[in-house]
């Protein structure tokens, strides 16, 4: 890793992990996912989490995955195990993407990133789609293996794989990342 690496968080909301769209998988990364961006910070690598804020009748996956994450709902509170601190930056999302429509890409050029490390939930779906994008616009794509999941193993094995083939990812154990950041 070096100076101009983030995290990305995904989704890693109360609807995701413990609510109306729970995965249970994703309760098993959390303490692997807290241990990263806890060293991420102590290692001044900035901390994004890329968080669905749904408008309520009007955000066409909810359509597809019903009401979650609704904008100012618990539902759509970062998980308080991730210990969200002031340092960190939220950016809100109405689809799979972190970047589609939000500042995102702004932020990250503001911040001199050029490597974004991927954590949260699912590596088939949101994770997949802001790895797509990023990779699009330039950055180099990192996945966290054991701060993301799925659904399924099924799912999970093949967002990895699709990473790696399709965007060159490289994939990382937490452990692996935090050595890179203490170097």
Partial sequence: MNNKTAILVVDMLNDFVTGALKCDRGLAIVPK????????????VPVIFCNDAHIKGVDLELKLWGDHAIAGTKGAEVIPELNLCDKDFVVPKRRYSGFFHTDLDLLLRELGVDTVVMTGLHTHMCVRHTSADAYCLGYKV??????????????????LKYLEQV?????????????????
């Fill in 33 to 44: 996912t807290a241990e990263l961006l806890d060293g991420a910070r102590k290692a001044g």
């Fill in 142 to 159: 990192v996945v966290a293996k054991d701060a993301t999941d799925s659904f399924t193993a099924e799912d999970y094995e093949g967002g």
């Fill in 167 to 183: 965007y060159g990812a490289e994939i990382f154990t937490v452990d692996e990342l935090l050595a890179k950041f203490s170097k």
